[in-house]
């Protein structure tokens, strides 16, 4: 009888994160339309040009794919699946971070120098408000309400993950001229990329055992059995 609870209790717990997975997809494909379309970037695969459009169906598919990876082949092992989940979630933050950088960026006609310090920090601070509560709770799976504590040791390593990030832009952008068919948006793209690529490391360790570190054992063992 026990053991029937349980079970319906984790399949439960899997369908929502099957919905949150799916949400996810969405949001990352809203924002794809906006970097590709900005930057002028063709949906071409194998010489087919698609519509823009495709990217919500493609996402929200290729999300909940990754979760289902993260949930079966991680299963006992704890720090890979929340990797994986927090992979999920990083994409979709790249998409919104880049998103909004790309829509600044287009307003006001900046593309380097110290003044796209600025705008990528307005940028990665709505992507990492976002990113707090995904990871709260769906990659670290907290049940509480954040704690004071816990969104101020956020601010502090989000704090190093905004001077990481802008500074990885601020070189691209400025010290690197745009080339052949790479332009100016283009570019900045890039520049996301990589700043991504190397504060998502900090953001992920801080995140795990700084900020989320105080989630409870028994949540970290329902996880697991998930």
């Known amino acids: 009888m026990q053991e029937t609870k349980t079970n319906n209790k984790t399949n439960k717990s899997r369908g929502k994160d099957y919905i949150a ?111 707090y509560f995904w990871n709260h709770y769906f990659t670290f799976k907290g049940q509480d309400m954040p704690s004071k504590k816990e969104f101020t040791a956020f601010l502090i390593v989000s704090a190093g993950g905004i001077a990481i990030n802008s500074f990885i832009v601020y070189l691209f952008t400025t010290y690197i001229d745009p080339f052949n068919s790479i332009t100016k948006e283009r570019l900045e793209i890039l520049a996301k990329i990589g700043a991504t690529l190397v504060s998502l490391f900090w953001n992920f360790l801080g995140y795990k055992y700084i900020v989320f570190k105080s989630a409870p054992r028994a949540v970290e063992q329902t996880i697991s059995s998930q």
């Not at 991680?74 to 890979?80: E, G, H, P």
């Open 21 to 131: 997975a799916g949400t996810v997809g969405f949001v990352t494909a809203f924002f794809a339309n906006i970097i590709f379309i900005n930057a002028d970037i063709p949906l071409v695969f194998q010489g087919v040009t698609f519509p823009y459009w495709t990217f919500y169906i493609f996402f929200p598919l290729v999300e909940s794919a990754g979760y289902f990876v993260a949930a079966r082949i991680f299963a006992r092992i704890l720090i890979l699946k929340q990797a994986g989940r927090f992979g999920i979630v990083g994409l979709m933050n790249f998409t919104v971070d880049t998103g909004i950088l790309s829509i600044l960026s287009r307003v006001t006609g900046v593309y380097e120098g110290l003044y796209i310090i600025p705008l990528n920090a307005v940028s990665v601070i709505v992507a990492l408000t976002n990113s």
